[in-house]
């Protein structure tokens, strides 16, 4: 059996990056878009599967005009797994996202999150974003 020996430093940072992540969807689903767009590099860049690439400023306009036909949501950012190194990080994750629209109709799609993160003035923030769709239910339209 292996040891690992664990700095508080190390510890912090994962705590860190783990809380973008929970501030990324506390973001989306409170309908806060300058929270949301702090999650992000200036130059960030996602790429949605579902939905295409984008750079930080047009993605929160792009969740800011698409959220809106939602009466509610909730996006859930589990299992974080998160290599450190130095200023840079890497997370995967799970993401259950749950869309209710105004007529009650639902749409979830779960899917897996591959970030790096960059640590700029003492803050982890996003720098790039995969998103890959594991599975969809229900009806978004």
Request: glycine share 4%; net charge negative.
């Amino acid at each position: 059996m292996s040891t690992t020996t664990i700095s508080t430093a190390n510890v912090v940072d994962r705590l860190a990056v783990s809380d973008v992540l929970i501030r990324y969807a506390t973001a989306q689903d409170s309908r806060d878009w300058e929270l949301l767009a702090s999650c992000f590099t200036d130059d960030a860049r996602l790429d949605y599967d579902t939905s295409g690439v984008f750079g930080r400023d047009d993605f929160v306009e792009h969740c800011r005009v698409g959220l809106a036909r939602m009466k509610a949501t909730q996006h859930c950012v589990t299992n974080h797994v998160i290599s450190l190194d130095g200023d840079h990080a890497h997370s995967t994750s799970y993401v259950v996202a749950q869309h209710v629209r105004e007529n009650d109709v639902t749409f979830t799609l779960g899917g897996t999150y591959h970030d790096d993160l960059v640590r700029s003035d003492a803050e982890w923030r996003i720098a790039s974003r995969r998103f890959v769709t594991l599975w969809k239910a229900g009806q978004l339209r």
